[in-house]
């Protein structure tokens, strides 16, 4: 059974740092690209940035260049979402996400997705 469990996630005011986890399990994932969406009422979820597990290559939505940093540890099949100076529009429920077609904005190209975690930045 191929599982993406979330961590981290929170409470946190304008300015200050979280740290969101993506344990990946049932399945080799080498080959894919995974991803942190995020999402709000009434909207889709948005890419926020990607990385393609193999190579390390990264791709990031313009609103988190330079505050997000999305990297993954191989050994613990693992990826994060560092996300810096954060802002009270990052409010939203985050998701990881796997893609076996590989980095992408779309999120109908990704086929495996975590629980969610919520994300709330107060002014």
């Known amino acids: 059974q191929v599982l993406l469990v979330q961590s981290g996630g929170g409470l946190v005011q304008a300015g200050g740092s979280l740290r969101l986890s993506c344990l990946a399990s049932g399945r080799a994932f080498s080959s894919y690209a995974m991803g942190w969406f995020r999402q709000t009422p009434g909207k889709e979820r948005e890419l926020m940035a990607a990385i393609e597990w193999s190579t390390g290559n990264t791709h990031y939505a313009d609103s988190v260049k330079g505050r997000f940093t999305i990297s993954r540890d191989n050994a613990k099949n693992t990826v994060y979402l560092q996300m810096n100076s954060l802002k009270p529009e990052d409010t939203a429920v985050y998701y990881c996400?796997?893609?076996?077609?590989?980095?992408?904005?779309?999120?109908?190209?990704?086929?495996?997705w975590g629980q969610g975690t919520h994300v709330t930045v107060s002014s």
């Open positions: 996400a796997a893609s076996p077609l590989g980095m992408s904005d779309r999120f109908d190209r990704y086929n495996y």
